[in-house]
T-cell receptor, first 114, second 114 residues
Framework: GENVEQHPSTLSVQEGDSAVIKCTYSDSASNYFPWYKQELGKRPQLIIDIRSNVGEKKDQRIAVTLNKTAKHFSLHITETQPEDSAVYFCAATPFYNQGGKLIFGQGTELSVKP | DGGITQSPKYLFRKEGQNVTLSCEQNLNHDAMYWYRQDPGQGLRLIYYSQIVNDFQKGDIAEGYSVSREKKESFPLTVTSAQKNPTAFYLC?????????????FGSGTQLSVL
């Protein structure tokens, strides 16, 4: 089955710097890769997603890149702000999946220092 | 933050006791899910349901049971067979249970063992 590894587990950056979180997946059949953000004490929320037919997707300061050959995808946050501090989860799902079964990474705790 | 409601926010279980976590949604979503969140382990799927009166085991179903008698409700019972129940439990829903759908999460229930 699918396995998703996420690195680093913690990341600390200065406000204004960029942050990069990387995930690798094992199932080459996976075709959907969302990223969820969970602020302290709050529920996870989808911030961006990418499908296997594209290599990059951007939404303001957030971007996700996908390398299908290497089976890894990354979240890039530019010009970080304190409100970006949260736990970020990547996920993957194979095309044969039923029931929207996402396989999540272990999470990255991002801390943005003012 | 309406849409999907979990209760209680905090729950304590005595040894040998079964406890039930509530999850209700008013989004008219077909699919509902239960995830377990442990520090450093991401989100792991316990059970999911794509339609009323039907549900499927996730990756860590042992020691848990669910029911889906109504579209709006997907309660999770943590049985005495679950030997390590202390965790944060998240319920989620999605419109149709398709692979590429956004998940809407509840605010979670923290279960602890007395």
């Amino acid at each position: 089955g699918e396995n998703v590894e996420q690195h680093p587990s913690t990341l600390s950056v200065q406000e204004g710097d960029s942050a990069v979180i990387k995930c690798t997946y094992s199932d080459s059949a996976s075709n959907y890769f969302p990223w969820y953000k969970q602020e302290l004490g709050k529920r996870p929320q989808l911030i961006i997603d990418i499908r296997s037919n594209v290599g990059e997707k951007k939404d303001q300061r957030i971007a996700v890149t996908l390398n299908k050959t290497a089976k890894h995808f990354s979240l890039h946050i530019t010009e970080t702000q304190p409100e970006d501090s949260a736990v970020y989860f990547c996920a993957a799902t194979p095309f044969y999946n039923q029931g929207g079964k996402l396989i999540f990474g272990q999470g990255t705790e991002l801390s943005v220092k003012p | 933050d309406g849409g999907i409601t979990q209760s209680p926010k905090y729950l304590f279980r005595k040894e040998g006791q079964n406890v039930t976590l509530s999850c209700e949604q008013n989004l008219n979503h077909d699919a509902m899910y239960w995830y377990r969140q442990d520090p450093g382990q991401g989100l792991r799927l316990i059970y999911y349901s794509q339609i009323v009166n039907d549900f499927q085991k996730g990756d860590i179903a042992e020691g848990y049971s669910v029911s889906r008698e109504k579209k709006e409700s997907f309660p999770l019972t943590v049985t005495s067979a679950q030997k390590n129940p202390t965790a944060f439990y998240l319920c989620a829903s999605s419109p149709n249970g398709a692979t590429n759908e956004k998940l809407f999460f509840g605010s979670g229930t923290q279960l602890s063992v007395l």
